[in-house]
């Protein structure tokens, strides 16, 4: 981008807001990747739909490619800019724009916060129940850009499930007003949802009417510990059988370790190869003895080694900052990240395989697993040896997720299952989706932006 083509921007939009520090410009260039040297040319901050539709028509014109921003909490490098590139960043869009009691929508703007929309909700009695630990950092439309998932999947579905209507500026600076908050609507290709998910690469998301619902039950929290990974899928398909689910997570003690290091409490004494933190409806005492037989089952079975039930929410909380303290507690050894899924029944068969790979490859490597496991979500988290050179780890562990993807394709899995493919896994989408899928995929985007300025190389080059 040449510095007339940032004065032309200035001379068509005198009121954008355009940041050219260099602690700006690395600031909104990265996100929680690290992998990649900022680099963009610019930071535009825009406050109406308006001046990004005309931001969007100004890089048509010069041919300035943008990458859209939201709380840069992305793990897959989505919102990097690392190539000259005008950072649009949505931060100054962060608003609630209204509430409709009748429809249960709130209707936001893209850069509010995940738990800024928890918290409106809560206000009106209600709930939008997609929810992970990045909820104070993270943007709803990087949520919905990556349909993200968290903790809640197992009850409440993925970002998809809750986004009743969408305004995007496509890649030519028209705007789209897609689906209108309607329940009910049969009319053609439904490109909302063809939005959701498609990591910046077909329109810029400028408004959001997210589904509310009503608050679950009640809940209560446990830890589990278990035996051995066998045990993981048993406790889980009895749990799922007889308590009325709203999270099932678990994680291994080489994870409770680095998270009892970062200042999380143990809350189980003795070692076990394996935790399970999950939340079902308890609404009374009735319920919790119910809760309690079936936690008594899984220990007469073996399957279950120790366990323990909140008594308070500050306990519950405590728990529940064991599994959410991970990615945090991880983050200093430089982690090379995978996210990935397979069909829940297939869960057990991929496990096995991939110990045994995992074990081989990575022989000297402390290997982190924990995730969505009642969502066939695995997140396994190689972390460097201070010993090797960053670029050395990062082509080991490219190597062994090539051979990981390879697994995954034999058994119907996916490369990514809730953190998007951005650059960090654009090598390897090749294994979850067919060619004439790819083929269609990159003619869907020729489409929505014919001159490739929406987040080039991203999901694919
Ligand atoms: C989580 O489930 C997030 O905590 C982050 O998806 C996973 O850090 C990770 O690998
Ligand atoms: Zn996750």
Known sequence: MSPQALADLSSRLPDLRLLTEPGDLEHYGRDWTRRWTPAPLAIALPASIEEVQGIVRWANDHKVAIVPSGGRTGLSGGAVAANGELVLSLARMNRVLGFDAVDRTLTVQPGIALEAVHTAAREHGLIYPVDFAARGSCSIGGNIATNAGGIRVIRYGNTREWIAGLKMVAGNGELLDLNRGLIKNSSGYDLRQLMIGSEGTLGIMVEATLRLTDPPPTSQVMLLALPDMEALMQVFALFRAKLSLQAFEFFTDVALKHVLA????????????????????????????????VFEQG????????????????????LWRLREGITESLAPHKPYKNDISVRIGAVPAFLHEIQALLAREYPQMEVVWFGHIGDGNLHINVLKPTVLADTDFIAQCEHVTKLLAETLQRHGG?????????????????????????????????????????????LFV
């Open 299 to 318: 220990m007469e079975q073996e399957w279950i080694a120790d366990g323990v039930m909140a008594q308070s929410e500050a306990q519950a909380a405590a």
């Open 262 to 293: 970062h200042g999380a409490q143990r809350a189980i004494d003795g070692d076990y190869p394996y935790y399970v933190v999950t939340e079902f409806d308890a609404a009374d005492e009735r319920a919790q003895e119910a809760a309690l037989a």
């Open 414 to 458: 996916s490369i990514s299952a809730e953190h998007g493919i951005g650059l960090v896994k654009r090598a390897y989408l090749e294994s979850t989706r067919s060619a004439a899928e790819i083929a269609l995929m990159r003619g869907v985007k020729a489409v929505f932006d014919p001159n490739g300025i929406l987040n080039p190389g991203k």
